[in-house]
């Protein structure tokens, strides 16, 4: 029987990705483990694997297509034994066997086109108490455990699952198929009914239309460039955490002078590796260190929140904003408190050269406790950022600048560096936000506590 290679979810919000480039034509063999295709998503290129074998009867999606939906039939494989020429392309809406397509890291000669995204994360064992929704009410699951727990007659929402994000993968099925544990699947519940599921929440007020803002100009005074899926991503994500988040901020002044003496000598200490230093600190790798270490001090402030609950993090995972051509992505330094400054500092040097290339997988920029935004290599004095949820803070950092102050009752003068904190006051409040602060400034203005 064909087997139909499916659009992959490589991430619990991914709807849509563009079909780059085919590594196969039609005709070829097929073995499971084959890379036969590029996807790109908002963030990264990535490779879909093939799991099953056969020969490439059809391709039914061709490359260079757009916003692709997930689950749709982008090609079909014949099995053994089957005409690959006779095999008909499925009309929409698919046949019943499906690959489940494994989606890894381009390679780096892979050619990244305009968009990319979220890939395969490794599989951690799990740890929520229910399955992941793709949906609000679907539950998240590769196209084959679908498959297979449906011919077992198993109820998806009723099996744990271990994958990227509570991703419900194979052996999941597997597992509650020698287990018992799972339901078989539940009749629909008529709307309206006891348990039904609820509707969906009305959708926000839509701006101006397209053609009500063009018509704003004079024809031909413009260009007209088409949003890649990363500059979607990032209107829609920004939107909705303006728009959900109730946004509260704090700033206040940190004094660099000890940090910056400080950063000179560990510099200057670097041993040499490949007849080059080891390691050369920036402020911003300081900077993460201290905030990491601030949330440890402050750990009613490292949260998330969720309707049903708060998610009181052990680990200060700190995301850092790089800007990267159409947008920017924020990989995460995790567990950064236990880090060295010189782990830190190599760490984001290995991000920002990757991440420019779009070559991150999606575990290295998904998830975090808080993030940094940096803008002072630009001469920005202060800003205030927008959260990135799940996080319910990040911090806006200003340039180091000579100011004049008050010590001891006199003017001196000292370089300082303005702070602004973001907090989700629904999970931290302004007094909570103001105790994170001063623990981030505690750290700044005595470096030394950061080496111990």
């Given at each position: 029987?064909p087997?139909?290679?499916?659009?992959?979810?490589l991430?619990?919000?991914?709807?849509?990705?563009?079909?780059?480039?085919?590594?196969?034509?039609?005709?070829?063999?097929?073995k499971?483990?084959?890379?036969?295709?590029?996807?790109?998503?908002?963030?990264a290129?990535?490779?879909?694997?093939a799991?099953?074998?056969?020969?490439?009867?059809?391709?039914?999606?061709?490359?260079?297509?757009?916003?692709?939906?997930?689950?749709?039939?982008?090609g079909?494989?014949?099995?053994?034994?089957?005409?690959?020429?006779?095999?008909a392309?499925?009309?929409?809406?698919?046949?019943?066997?499906?690959?489940?397509?494994?989606?890894?890291?381009?390679?780096?000669?892979?050619?990244p086109?305009?968009?990319?995204?979220?890939?395969?994360?490794?599989?951690?064992?799990?740890?929520?108490?229910?399955?992941?929704?793709?949906?609000?009410?679907?539950?998240?699951?590769?196209?084959?455990a679908?498959?297979?727990?449906?011919?077992?007659?198993?109820?998806?929402?009723?099996?744990q699952?271990?994958?990227?994000?509570?991703?419900?993968?194979?052996?999941?099925?597997?597992?509650?198929?020698?287990?018992?544990?799972?339901?078989?699947?539940?009749a629909?519940?008529?709307?309206?009914?006891?348990?039904?599921?609820?509707?969906?929440?009305?959708?926000?007020?839509?701006?101006?239309?397209?053609?009500?803002i063009?018509?704003?100009?004079?024809?031909?005074?413009?260009e007209?460039?088409?949003?890649?899926?990363?500059?979607?991503?990032?209107?829609?994500?920004?939107?909705?955490?303006?728009?959900?988040?109730?946004?509260?901020?704090?700033?206040?002044?940190?004094e660099?002078?000890?940090?910056?003496?400080?950063?000179?000598?560990?510099?200057?200490?670097?041993?040499?590796?490949?007849?080059?230093?080891?390691?050369?600190?920036?402020?911003?790798?300081?900077?993460?260190?201290?905030?990491?270490?601030?949330?440890?001090?402050?750990?009613?402030?490292?949260?998330?929140?969720?309707?049903?609950?708060?998610?009181?993090?052990?680990?200060?995972?700190?995301?850092?904003?790089?800007?990267?051509?159409?947008?920017?992505?924020?990989?995460?330094?995790?567990?950064?408190?236990?880090?060295?400054?010189?782990?830190?500092?190599?760490?984001?040097?290995?991000?920002?050269?990757?991440?420019?290339?779009?070559?991150?997988?999606?575990?290295?920029?998904?998830?975090?406790?808080?993030?940094?935004?940096?803008?002072?290599?630009?001469?920005?004095?202060?800003?205030?950022?927008?959260?990135?949820?799940?996080?319910?803070?990040?911090?806006?950092?200003?340039?180091?600048?000579?100011?004049?102050?008050?010590k001891?009752?006199?003017?001196?003068?000292?370089?300082?560096?303005?702070?602004?904190?973001?907090?989700?006051?629904?999970?931290?409040?302004?007094?909570?936000?103001?105790?994170?602060?001063?623990?981030?400034?505690?750290?700044?203005?005595?470096?030394?506590?950061?080496?111990?």
């Amino acid at each position: 029987m064909p087997t139909n290679i499916l659009m992959p979810a490589l991430s619990p919000t991914m709807e849509k990705g563009n079909l780059a480039k085919w590594l196969k034509k039609e005709g070829d063999t097929i073995k499971s483990g084959d890379i036969i295709a590029e996807i790109e998503t908002d963030k990264a290129t990535m490779e879909v694997e093939a799991v099953d074998e056969g020969i490439l009867a059809k391709i039914v999606v061709p490359e260079g297509t757009a916003d692709v939906a997930v689950n749709e039939v982008i090609g079909v494989i014949a099995g053994e034994g089957e005409d690959a020429k006779s095999v008909a392309a499925p009309a929409a809406g698919g046949a019943p066997k499906a690959e489940a397509p494994k989606a890894e890291p381009a390679k780096a000669e892979a050619a990244p086109a305009a968009a990319p995204a979220p890939a395969k994360a490794p599989e951690a064992p799990a740890a929520a108490a229910a399955p992941a929704k793709a949906d609000g009410n679907r539950p998240f699951a590769s196209p084959l455990a679908r498959r297979l727990a449906k011919e077992a007659g198993l109820d998806l929402a009723a099996i744990q699952g271990s994958g990227p994000h509570g991703r419900i993968v194979e052996k999941d099925v597997e597992a509650a198929k020698k287990g018992g544990g799972a339901k078989a699947a539940p009749a629909a519940v008529p709307a309206g009914a006891p348990g039904a599921p609820k509707p969906a929440a009305a959708p926000l007020a839509a701006g101006p239309s397209d053609e009500q803002i063009k018509k704003l100009f004079e024809p031909g005074s413009y260009e007209e460039i088409p949003h890649d899926g990363m500059r979607k991503t990032i209107a829609r994500r920004l939107t909705e955490a303006k728009q959900t988040i109730p946004h509260f901020y704090v700033t206040l002044d940190c004094e660099l002078d000890a940090l910056l003496k400080l950063r000179a000598e560990l510099n200057a200490a670097a041993p040499e590796k490949d007849g080059k230093p080891a390691y050369k600190l920036s402020v911003n790798d300081m900077v993460i260190k201290a905030l990491a270490l601030a949330l440890r001090a402050v750990p009613d402030a490292n949260v998330s929140w969720t309707d049903g609950a708060m998610l009181k993090h052990k680990h200060a995972d700190v995301g850092v904003a790089v800007s990267i051509p159409g947008g920017l992505i924020t990989p995460i330094v995790r567990d950064a408190c236990h880090k060295t400054l010189s782990q830190i500092s190599n760490e984001m040097k290995d991000y920002a050269t990757r991440a420019k290339a779009r070559k991150l997988k999606p575990e290295e920029y998904q998830g975090g406790t808080t993030a940094v935004s940096n803008l002072g290599m630009f001469g920005v004095k202060d800003f205030a950022a927008v959260i990135n949820p799940p996080h319910a803070t990040i911090l806006a950092v200003g340039a180091g600048e000579p100011r004049v102050v008050v010590k001891n009752g006199q003017p001196a003068v000292a370089t300082v560096m303005s702070v602004t904190l973001s907090t989700d006051h629904r999970a931290v409040d302004g007094a909570l936000g103001a105790e994170l602060l001063q623990a981030f400034k505690g750290y700044i203005e005595k470096p030394m506590a950061m080496l111990v």
